[in-house]
């Protein structure tokens, strides 16, 4: 059995940077796209990155481009989400799953992990 465990989360200032690490067990994560997503309290769970099994192609949401950087080491079985320039509205639990090939949608995904707390503060 797959299973996914996030790390890295954390309270940090705005403007601020956290790195966040998504880790498998059962199955190597080299196996699997990866993607990243979040949800903050009272809204939906919305895209943030994903990363293919080689590390391309990556896809950003456009509210995280050019501040939040995917990557992936299949040597130590983690990807990674660094997260630059943080705003309050980063403010989430976000969440790491794995899934055969890049996607943007949720639904695609088979194996989630518990999420990590994201909190950026003003």
């Known amino acids: 059995q797959v299973q996914v465990v996030e790390s890295g989360g954390g309270l940090v200032q705005a403007g601020g940077s956290l790195r966040l690490s998504c880790a498998s067990s059962?199955?190597?994560?080299?196996?699997?796209?990866v993607g990243w997503f979040r949800q903050a309290p009272g809204k939906e769970r919305e895209f943030v990155a994903t990363?293919?099994?080689?590390?391309?192609?990556?896809y950003y949401a456009d509210s995280v481009k050019g501040r939040f950087t995917i990557s992936r080491d299949n040597a130590k079985n983690t990807v990674y989400l660094q997260m630059n320039s943080a705003k309050p509205e980063d403010t989430a639990v976000y969440f790491c799953a794995l899934n055969i090939g890049p996607s943007i949608r949720g639904t695609d995904y088979d194996y989630w992990g518990q999420g990590t707390q994201v909190t950026v503060s003003s």
């Open positions: 990363i293919s099994r080689r590390g391309s192609p990556i």
């Open positions: 059962g199955r190597t994560i080299s196996d699997y796209a």
